[in-house]
């Protein structure tokens, strides 16, 4: 048993890497994928927020905040996207409730906005995403 599943991740892994280099090759984007296993239920949105919160040095309750600070909107940006990537299942309306009631457009408009953000190659941004997305990565890891 424990032997097939290794074999599985080795081959999702190479299928990961395999994925990365065409895209690299034919787009020229570089870009980062995380392997996820559904069964990993220990897992919840609202953990994960707090995870990219901590990561970014900011309290967890600043997504609900009602303001328009760069900052905090940065972290909706970043926080939408990896939910959006690690909770397919989530829905707009869903991650607009875990940022204080929001409207599900603005889901939309904030994922749309940090890719943008990270095509574009914002430094500072991509800085920020790249913290996100590791520590994000390291809690997925150990969790599972």
Partial sequence: MYYA???QISAARHIARSAQRQIKMKTGMR???????????????EEMLR???????MNPDAYKLKTRERHIVELR????VL?????????LH????LFGGQDHTSVMSAV???????YTGDPRFVKKYNTALQSVNLW???AA
């Fill in 5 to 7: 599943a290794t074999q």
């Fill in 51 to 57: 995870i990219i919160a901590i990561a970014l040095g």
């Fill in 94 to 97: 869903q991650i607009a409730t």
């Fill in 83 to 91: 939910l959006r990537r690690n909770f397919p299942k989530m829905t």
């Fill in 140 to 142: 997925l890891k150990n």
């Fill in 31 to 45: 870009i980062n994928m995380v392997l996820y296993s559904p069964e990993a239920d220990a897992q919840t949105p």
């Fill in 77 to 80: 940006f970043i926080a939408a």
């Fill in 112 to 118: 749309a906005r940090a890719n943008d953000l990270i």
